[in-house]
C-alpha cells in the first residue's frame, strides 16, 4: 500500500492495469508470515499455466486459473461461476485465482448479464469444465502412478492413490494432462456430494474493494487519453442553438465538440468539465412531441378506457362470467418511471485506431456494445475489442450501449483515447428508465366466492408487454382477458432489474388480496384454492411449476407464523419471475397507534444455492430495493426532461428505513434457476397488503409515501 | 491555478489544481487514489467519504483550497495491508455487491469507529445512514460495523 502511495502517476497506472485484470481468492490479511507459502504473481501463474479449456488452466504450481466471463455487477457471478467449476475439478479453493474474461465469441456464450440467467444458462458448461479437467488429471494419474483410474480419487487439488496412499498434487500432472484429448462425455456429481457448492465463499474481490483498488471503468486510465462529458438533449428536443463561449473559458477545457445532437466538453481531468458544463448554453427545439408527467397521467385515463389493445391471452367467455356474477371486484394501479441510477454513473472508454477500436468499460452486454459500435463505424465486429471492467451497479441500464457508442464516435472525432463519465445529472436524465405503467384488474366471483372471471389489462409508456399473461393466476381462472396497451414515446425506457414484474407483481398480488378479502377469505388460502386448481385442471397453457409455487406459499406461511398472531399485521405476496419462486410476508405491529414494519419473511426457490452467503444477500438487496422504490422513488417529467435530476429530490432508500429481513431457502436440488431478480417483484405487495391489514388503507399508487392515504397513518420502520 | 501540498496518507503532495476543485477529483485525477468514488457529488451519498483529521467528510464537495495543513486519509491508507479492523469486518461479513459505495461505508464506519469505539446499534445507523447503497447490502453494513467494534 505504501508502494502504491509513493508512486507516481506512471507507476500507478501499471499497478491500475494488472490489478484490474486479476485477483487473489482467499487473501490472507496477516500477508506472508507464513515462511512455507511461495506466493506467486499473477503474472507468473498466467506464464506458466497449461490450459484445459476456455474457464480453466493450472499451473505446475497447483494454482487454478479460472475465468469468469459474464459482467459482474454486484450479482456475485465473479465468485459463484468460479465455485461451480472448481467444485467439479475439486480444486482447493484457497488455490483458485479468478480473472474477469474480456469478450470472447469463440470461447464464450452468453457474456452477458442480464435476466438473472448466467448460472441457469452456465450451470452445466461450467461443471463439464471442471469435471473434464478432472478427468484428465486421473488419467495422467493413472499413468504415471501405473494404476486403475477407478483406484483413484481426488480431493482439494490432489489425485490419491487410497491403496497405497500416494498423492499427487495437480501442478505435477498438468504438464501431462493438458496434453491429453478431452473426453466427450465427463460423470458430474451428485449434488449431495458438492464440498465447494452450497459453502458460503467469499467474494473473490473483497480485499480490491476494500482497499480502493481500481476496479470499476470510471476508474480506467490510459496514458495519453482526454475525458470528456457530454451535454444530452432533453426527450423528444434536438438542438437549437449552442453558445459555448462561457464553458470555453473554463481552465483545463480543451474542445467543445457537437455531435448528434450532443455536445461534448473536452479536457484532461474531470472538474473542468463539470464547471464548464454548467456555463454551456444550449437551446433546444421540439423535434416530434414532448411529454410530461400530466400528459402520462390522461394519456393512462384516455387508453386505458379506448386505447388499441393487444389481447395477450384469452381463455373461455368473460363477458358471460362476469354477466352472471355475484360479485365484480376492480382496481386499478399506477407506478411512475424510475431511474436505474446505479452508484456508479454510466461511463466508457473508447479508443479509435483506423479501423479497429479498443473499448473498457462497465457493461451489462459487451457483445451489443461491439456490435452498435462497429454498425456505427461501419466496421467488423471482430475489429472491436472489449475489456469488461467490474460494473459500479447496473439494474439493467448497462444493457444498452448509448453510453459505448457515444464514446466511440467522439474518440473517432476527436482522433484521441476517450473516457466519457456521467455525471449523476446526466445518468438521472440521460434516459432509458424504468417505464410507467398503469392496471386495471377486474374479478368476477361466484356465490361461493370462486374467481371465475379475471381481466387485466396494462397501458404502458414505452413497456411493450406489460403482462405476464401466462403467470399466476393463468390456468387457474375458466374465463380470463389479457391485454396491454402501449403508447410510444420519446422518453427511453429499458429493462428494469426484474422488467415489468418489477411492478406487475406488487399491483397483480395487491388485487389478489383485495378479491380474497372481499369474499371473506384468507389471502393464502384464497391463493392455495387458485394453486390447486391450476394442478387439478389447467385452464390453457401455463409458465409456471405450480407445486414450486405452493411449496414457497406454504413455507412463507408457516416460517412467518401467518395468522397466529393477532397483534400482527401480515400482508402476503407470492411471484414467479426468471425461473424463481418466491413469498414473502409482512409484519406489521401496532405501537402507540402507529403501524410498525417489524419484519419481512422470504421464502425463495431457485434451486440449488451456489453461494448462501451472496444468496442471502440477493434476497436481502432485492427487498430492500423492491421496498425503496414502492415506498419512497418518484421519477417526474417536465417538458421532456424529468424533475429529479440527483439524489436530493431523488429518494433512494437508506439504512434506517430497512426491516429485518429473515430469508429461507428450497432446499430441493433442482438445478440452479435465478437469483439477481426474483425476490424483487413480490416486496411491495406484500408491504401494501400489510398496510391495508394494519390501516383499512389500500395502496394502489407508486411511490407510497406520496399517496394520500400514507400521510394519514405515517408508517414507521423497525429495524434489528 | 495554484499549488496546494497536501498531506495524504501520511505522504506530502503537490499538486497543481483551480482551487475550487474538489478534494475528490485531486485524488482521482490528479494523484490517481481513485479508491475514492464519484457518484452524486452533491453531498448525498458518501461514495466519496475520506477522513480529514480523522472525521468522515465528503470530499465531491471539500475544494481542494480548504483543505490546508489537515491530515486526508483515503480508503488506500487507511491501513498499509488492508488489515484496519473495519476493513476485516467488512470481508469476514462479505457485506459488498457490487461495491462501488464500499469504500465510502468502510471510511464513514472507520471515522465513527475512531470517536465512539463501541458504539450502539442506534448510534451506528445514525451515522451510516448518509451513505446510500444501491444494491441494498444495509443489513450487512450494520453487521459489520458491530462486529468491527466488537473486534477492535
Ligand atoms: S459523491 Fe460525494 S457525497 Fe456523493
Ligand atoms: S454494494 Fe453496490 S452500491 Fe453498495
Not at chain 1, 487 to 503: E, L, Q, V
Not at chain 2, 120 to 136: A, F, P, V, Y
Request: glycine share 8%; with cysteine.
Amino acid at each position: 500500500m505504501a508502494d502504491l502511495i509513493k508512486t507516481n502517476r506512471r507507476d500507478f497506472l501499471k499497478i491500475a492495469g494488472t490489478a484490474a485484470g486479476g485477483l487473489f481468492i482467499g487473501f490472507y490479511w496477516s500477508g506472508c508470515d507464513s515462511p512455507k507459502m511461495q506466493v506467486l504473481s499473477d503474472d507468473e501463474v498466467l506464464a506458466q499455466a497449461h490450459n484445459f479449456n476456455a474457464f480453466l488452466s493450472i499451473s505446475p504450481s497447483g494454482d487454478v486459473v479460472i475465468y469468469s466471463p459474464n459482467p459482474e455487477l454486484g450479482q456475485n457471478i465473479k465468485t459463484s461461476f468460479p465455485m461451480v467449476v472448481a467444485e467439479e475439478l475439486d480444486a482447493d479453493w484457497e488455490k483458485v485465482r479468478v480473472f474477469q474474461a474480456n469478450l470472447d465469441n469463440d470461447k464464450f456464450d452468453r457474456q452477458l448479464t442480464g435476466g438473472s440467467g448466467a448460472m441457469p444458462h452456465s450451470w452445466e458448461r461450467l461443471r463439464k469444465a471442471g469435471a473434464t479437467a478432472r478427468h484428465l488429471l486421473l488419467v495422467a494419474a493413472a499413468s504415471q502412478l501405473e494404476v486403475d483410474m477407478d483406484e483413484l480419487a481426488t480431493e482439494k487439488g490432489e489425485v490419491i492413490h487410497k491403496k497405497s496412499g500416494k498423492k499427487i498434487a495437480y501442478g505435477d500432472l498438468v504438464a501431462d494432462a493438458s496434453q491429453l484429448e478431452a473426453p466427450e462425455d465427463v460423470s458430474l456429481k451428485h449434488h449431495k456430494d458438492f464440498k465447494i457448492i452450497g459453502t458460503p465463499v467469499k467474494n473473490v474481490d473483497n480485499k480490491a474493494m476494500f482497499t480502493g483498488k481500481p476496479l470499476f471503468g470510471l476508474d480506467f486510465y490510459r496514458e495519453g487519453m482526454v475525458n470528456a462529458m457530454i451535454q444530452r438533449p432533453p426527450f423528444g428536443m434536438k438542438i437549437k442553438s449552442v453558445d459555448d463561449s462561457e464553458a470555453k473559458k473554463v481552465p483545463g477545457v480543451t474542445d467543445v465538440v457537437t455531435f448528434n445532437n450532443n455536445v461534448a466538453i473536452v479536457g484532461n481531468t474531470t472538474w473542468p468539465l463539470l464547471k464548464a458544463k454548467k456555463l454551456l448554453k444550449v437551446t433546444y427545439e421540439p423535434d416530434g412531441t414532448v411529454e410530461s408527467t400530466e400528459d402520462h397521467d390522461r394519456l393512462f385515463v384516455e387508453l386505458m378506457d379506448k386505447g388499441k389493445a393487444q389481447v395477450m391471452r384469452k381463455d373461455g367467455n368473460v363477458d358471460q362470467a362476469f354477466s352472471k356474477a355475484a360479485k365484480v371486484v376492480s382496481a386499478e394501479y399506477q407506478c411512475p418511471f424510475l431511474s436505474h441510477s446505479p452508484m456508479e454513473p454510466q461511463n466508457f472508454f473508447a479508443h479509435v485506431k483506423g479501423d479497429k477500436v479498443e473499448l473498457v468499460g462497465p457493461t451489462q452486454t459487451p457483445d451489443r456494445a461491439r456490435m452498435e459500435t462497429a454498425q456505427l463505424l461501419d466496421i467488423p465486429t471482430e475489429n472491436v475489442s472489449v475489456e469488461i471492467t467490474r460494473l459500479g451497479g447496473g439494474f439493467g441500464r448497462r444493457l444498452r450501449a448509448d453510453f459505448v457508442v457515444e464514446a466511440a464516435e467522439l474518440s473517432k472525432i476527436l482522433n484521441k483515447p476517450v473516457k466519457v463519465t456521467w455525471s449523476r445529472e446526466d445518468d438521472m436524465t440521460g434516459g432509458a428508465y424504468r417505464p410507467a405503467v398503469r392496471y386495471k384488474f377486474q374479478a368476477a366471483l361466484d356465490e361461493e366466492g370462486n374467481m371465475i372471471g379475471y381481466k387485466l389489462r396494462g397501458v404502458g409508456i414505452n413497456a411493450g408487454n406489460t403482462t405476464r399473461e401466462n403467470n399466476f393466476p393463468s390456468g387457474s381462472v375458466d374465463n380470463l382477458l389479457i391485454e396491454s396497451v402501449n403508447h410510444s414515446s420519446p422518453i427511453t425506457t429499458n429493462a428494469w432489474r426484474a422488467p415489468i414484474t418489477n411492478f406487475l407483481a406488487y399491483a397483480e398480488q395487491s388485487f389478489i388480496d383485495e378479491v380474497a378479502l372481499a369474499v371473506d377469505k384468507d389471502p393464502v388460502k384464497f391463493r392455495l384454492e387458485l394453486l390447486d386448481r391450476a394442478k387439478n385442471n389447467p385452464v390453457g397453457e401455463i409458465h409456471y411449476d405450480v407445486d414450486r409455487m405452493k411449496t414457497v406459499v406454504e413455507t412463507a406461511a408457516e416460517k412467518s407464523n401467518w395468522g397466529k398472531d393477532a397483534n400482527v399485521m401480515q400482508g402476503f405476496s407470492v411471484y414467479f419471475s426468471h425461473r424463481s419462486y418466491v413469498a414473502q410476508v409482512a409484519n406489521i405491529e401496532m405501537e402507540n397507534n402507529q403501524p410498525v414494519l417489524k419484519k419481512i419473511t422470504a421464502v425463495t426457490d431457485c434451486g440449488i444455492v451456489v453461494n448462501p452467503t451472496g444468496a442471502n444477500q440477493q434476497v436481502r438487496g432485492g427487498i430492500v430495493d423492491g421496498m425503496g422504490h414502492a415506498m419512497f422513488t418518484n421519477m417526474t417529467f417536465k417538458d421532456g426532461l424529468p424533475t429529479q435530476k440527483n439524489f436530493d429530490t431523488y429518494r433512494l432508500i437508506r439504512m434506517k428505513e430497512v426491516p429485518e429481513v429473515d430469508v429461507h431457502f428450497i432446499d430441493n436440488g433442482i438445478d440452479p434457476t435465478g437469483l439477481g431478480e426474483p425476490a424483487l417483484p413480490p416486496t411491495g405487495g406484500a408491504i401494501a397488503n400489510a398496510i391495508y391489514k394494519a390501516t383499512g388503507k389500500r395502496l394502489r399508487s407508486q411511490p407510497f409515501i406520496e399517496q394520500k392515504e400514507f400521510s394519514e397513518f405515517n408508517l414507521e420502520i423497525k429495524r434489528v | 491555478m495554484a499549488n496546494y501540498s497536501l498531506k495524504i496518507n501520511g505522504e506530502t503532495f503537490n499538486v497543481d489544481v483551480e482551487e475550487d476543485t474538489p478534494l475528490l477529483w485531486v485524488l482521482r485525477d490528479h494523484l490517481g487514489l481513485v479508491g475514492t468514488k464519484y457518484s452524486c457529488g452533491i453531498a448525498q451519498c458518501g461514495a466519496c467519504t475520506v477522513h480529514l483529521n480523522g472525521e468522515a467528510t465528503f470530499s465531491c464537495t471539500l475544494p481542494v483550497s480548504s483543505v490546508g495543513s489537515d491530515e486526508v486519509t483515503t480508503i488506500e491508507g487507511l491501513s498499509k495491508e488492508g488489515d484496519h479492523p473495519v476493513q476485516k469486518a467488512w470481508n469476514e461479513v462479505d457485506v459488498a455487491q457490487c461495491g462501488y459505495c464500499q469504500a465510502g461505508q468502510i471510511m464513514n464506519a472507520a471515522a465513527l469507529l475512531k470517536k465512539n469505539p463501541s458504539p450502539s446499534m442506534q448510534e451506528i445507523e445514525d451515522t451510516m445512514n448518509k451513505n446510500l447503497c444501491r444494491c441494498g447490502t444495509y443489513h450487512k453494513i450494520r453487521e459489520a460495523v458491530a462486529l468491527a467494534a466488537k473486534n477492535k
